[in-house]
């Protein structure tokens, strides 16, 4: 868990690349446009979201995604 706190941010950008590869590989998709919006909507969709809030001890960063259970919490 600690090692995702760390690099949470490095998963949009890589769905983005793995989304564009399998539109222009599995589904012949040659519009480098359509196929960049779609990667990128499906990449931000699927993405961790996170939001900053404030409590007592100072501000944390709350990190939800799709696949996780609970929420993760990381200290600024």
Do not use: C, D, R
Not at 31 to 55: G, Y
């Amino acid at each position: 868990m600690t090692l995702f706190k760390k690099l949470y941010w490095l998963i949009n950008p890589l769905l983005m690349v793995v989304f564009m590869l399998i539109l222009e590989k599995l589904f012949k998709l040659e519009n480098i446009v359509l196929s960049t919006s779609i990667a990128v909507l499906l990449a931000f969709l699927l993405s961790p979201k996170v939001v900053i809030v404030e409590k007592q001890h100072g501000p944390e960063e709350q990190i939800k995604w799709l696949f996780f259970k609970k929420i993760v919490n990381k200290k600024l």
